[in-house]
């Protein structure tokens, strides 16, 4: 049973018994019941509580108690421990690139599939080359494609392309560039050399599986494929993600902005960043700062998609309804990464589909997107890529000015990294707040300052180079 699987099995659901009476905005009463459970560690069972109003509020008990303020690294394993459903798919070759493999693919055939010439020129006994301007009789043509050539004997010549066919008797090759013909014959005034051969095999035999379930299709590697006589390929299905904008004061771009609304940003960003990693976005309408919105969106969701992102709603504040029903009703493993940008994320499941609760500041949003979600899908894919930060290259480079750290927190802000003479240099430009998105345009990365490091100019330091 997959992971997915076996955390379904573990949350009892009841839908007419959940949450009868929920609250359409957060109450205290909500707020209170949230607060409690995040204390508790679990078993697997469903309590229910009456709460002073009278209403019941059904309580879920999960056997893995929820971690706050983890580590990045902690945050990216525990997430790798509720990945997506892994399940293959038949493409075409034409429809595979930047698809990862599903299954290790083996070769029909010998790579290459007969000893063939790797110049124009003649195929000759070696022996007979030995000095420069020996003449050697022409015997006829190897030709790429063609059938059977003439076999080559002591003092004769076959005229031959490249990749056509050794022919018997010949051990090498003499380059066109070192003959001259003259009435049937030819003179050889350079090297003959074995090595002008491509012997049958000497890339791949038949059955090698020289690419591996994981592997990303990149265009050499389709080549290779074709090379191999597959013309169609079993991939991993792109997963599709739910993504869903929670916050009262948000409007789509295109529509009207009433007083202290903004326009939307984050389920476009972070959809495209979905598309990015080789998934299906399902972007959601907004929703409104309602519990009971919120919770019809992640049920649709949960059944209709492989994971769920939301943005917004899981920091501290009373309207913060994503961590509030995610702990009441969810199943939350961990609450908020000792990270700057991007500290207030969760990760957990939603009726047994992994979700993360993003926060709502756009470069919050799109950094934990980059370094948590992107090689948690990574990772669910089963893709070779799932070792690496996603979606970025890790490098050092050595700072134009100074740059301030975050205390206990592993401070990433936005960087422009150039190349310069041998080095990697990098400087920041606009205001790095994490309500700009404009910086994540005006960069190119991300610094790693460790926790309470800040740094110097001329300090080498290691960041992100983002793709
Ligand atoms: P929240 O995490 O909901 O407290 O939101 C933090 C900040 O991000 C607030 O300034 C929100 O207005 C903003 N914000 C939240 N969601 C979005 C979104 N989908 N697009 C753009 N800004 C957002
Ligand atoms: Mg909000």
């Known amino acids: 049973m997959s992971q997915i699987a076996s955390d379904a099995a573990n949350v009892v659901i009841d839908r007419t018994a959940r949450y009868p009476e929920a609250p359409p905005r957060p109450t205290e009463e909500y707020r209170d019941a949230t607060a409690k459970r995040a204390n508790r560690t679990s078993t697997n069972s469903v309590e229910t509580t009456r709460t002073a109003l009278g209403r019941t509020l059904q309580l879920h008990r999960f056997s893995t108690p929820m971690e706050k303020g983890v580590s990045l690294e902690r945050a990216l394993e525990i997430a790798n421990l509720t990945p997506m459903e892994r399940n293959p798919e038949t493409l075409t070759l034409d429809q595979a690139t930047g698809r990862t493999l599903f299954d290790d693919l083996s070769s029909l055939v010998d790579d290459p599939r007969f000893d063939n010439s790797a110049m124009d020129g003649w195929a000759v006994r070696e022996a007979d080359c030995q000095e420069t301007g020996a003449v050697l009789r022409i015997v006829g043509t190897s030709q790429a494609g063609s059938a059977e050539a003439p076999l080559v004997r002591e003092g004769e010549a076959c005229s031959i392309m490249t990749g056509a066919p050794i022919p018997d008797g010949a051990d090498a090759i003499v380059m066109v560039e070192d003959s001259t013909t003259h009435d049937g014959t030819v003179t050889i005034n350079g090297p003959a050399r074995p090595g ?43 997963p599709s993600i739910a993504v869903i904008g929670v916050g009262d004061e948000l409007t789509p771009p295109g529509e009207p902005l009433s007083e202290n609304s903004i326009y939307e940003s984050n389920t476009f960003g972070i959809s495209s960043l979905v598309e990015k990693m080789g998934g299906i976005p399902r972007r959601y309408e907004l929703i409104r700062d309602s519990i009971d919105d919120l919770r019809q969106a992640l ?153 309470d490091a800040s740094c110097e100019k001329g300090d080498t330091i290691d960041a992100l180079w983002l793709f």
């Open 299 to 451: 049920d649709e969701a949960a059944e209709s998609c492989d994971a769920i992102i939301t943005s917004g709603g899981v920091s501290m504040g009373e309207w913060d309804i994503v961590r509030q029903i995610m702990e009441q009703e969810g199943d939350i493993r961990f609450w908020r990464i000792m990270m700057r940008p991007g500290g207030p994320p969760l990760f957990g499941s939603w009726k047994g589909k992994p979700l993360f609760g993003l926060p709502g500041n756009p470069v919050s949003s799109h950094v934990v997107f980059t370094v948590l979600v992107a090689p948690w899908m990574s990772n669910s894919m089963g893709s070779e890529k799932s070792n690496g930060p996603g979606l970025a290259n890790r490098v050092r480079v050595t700072m134009q000015e100074p740059l301030k750290g975050a205390p206990g927190k592993l401070c990433m802000r936005r960087i422009s990294i150039k190349q310069e003479g041998d080095n990697l240099v990098a400087s920041t430009s606009t205001h790095q707040g994490s309500g700009n998105i404009h910086s994540m345009v005006a960069h190119n990365g991300l610094s790693l300052l460790p926790p």
């Open 196 to 238: 002008f051969i491509r012997k049958r095999g000497e890339n791949l035999s038949q059955g090698d599986r020289p690419l591996k379930s994981g592997n990303i299709l990149t265009p050499s590697a389709i080549s290779l494929a074709a090379t191999m006589g597959h013309d169609i390929v079993s991939v991993v299905r792109q």
